[in-house]
């Protein structure tokens, strides 16, 4: 089974613009998950989609948007950057059965605002 | 606001050592699992712990929930460089799909 795959690694922009981010889960998959990690605030919950609709949404201001598709896929939208979200983004899926919620992530956008 | 504290934040040791790393919270989880991360990369799960109590183990790692279920311990028997990286422990407060992560411990095996 491929793993969960996540467009682009890196990213460079500039403040004031907007950015995309695209996350493919593992085939079967019903959630996916963001988490945006820096080192003073470490991995902090963004938010869930599960079957099309956001089930859960962390602590981040509306600037941070995301979606997701009929086939999982997900997208992460973040408008108007600042300097502060220069962070590594993860996309993680999760089977969600039985009760339990197991992550796993792909490898990360790292996303730099200059 | 459920938090996890994790400790230490630091640990650097030599080939063959054992360590212990801890997870703690005030909040009861349905869940918790440990990760481990290495520079540049997604963090990989290592394992889930659901029943208060339980302790599984991986080669030469032991985990361990406590009987409360609001934390956890990683141990680590004879530590290789291999071991190196960031082991993050989080759990799900409910069935929700969010995880709670902690501050992560960075652990550094000398040869």
């Known amino acids: 089974k491929a793993g969960v795959t996540q467009t682009p690694r890196y990213l460079i922009k500039t403040r004031g613009q907007q950015v995309t981010l695209s996350c493919s889960p593992i085939s079967g998959h019903r959630s996916v998950s963001w988490y945006q990690q820096t080192p003073g605030q470490g991995l902090q919950f963004l938010f869930e989609?599960?079957?099309?609709?956001?089930?859960n949404k962390g602590n981040f201001p509306g600037r941070f948007s995301g979606r997701q598709f009929s086939n999982s896929r997900s997208e992460m939208n973040v408008s108007t950057l600042e300097l502060g979200d220069s962070a590594l983004y993860l996309c993680a899926s999760s089977p969600r059965t039985g009760g339990i919620t197991e992550a796993f992530f792909g490898q990360g956008t790292r996303l730099t605002v200059v | 606001t459920q938090l996890l504290e994790q400790s230490p934040q630091f640990l650097s040791i030599q080939e063959g050592e054992n360590l212990t790393v801890y997870c703690n919270s005030s909040?009861?989880?349905?869940?918790l699992q440990w990760y481990r991360q290495e520079p540049g990369e997604g963090p990989v799960l290592l394992v889930t712990?659901?029943?208060?109590?339980e302790v599984k183990k991986l080669k030469r790692l032991t985990f361990q929930f406590g009987d409360a279920r609001k934390d956890s311990s990683l141990h680590i028997t004879a530590a290789q460089p291999g071991d190196t990286g960031l082991y993050l422990c989080a759990g799900a407060p409910s069935n929700t799909g969010k995880l709670i992560f902690g501050q992560g411990t960075t652990l550094q095996v000398k040869p």
């Open positions: 712990v659901v029943t208060g109590g």
């Open positions: 989609y599960f079957s099309e609709t956001q089930r």
């Open positions: 909040s009861v989880f349905s869940s």
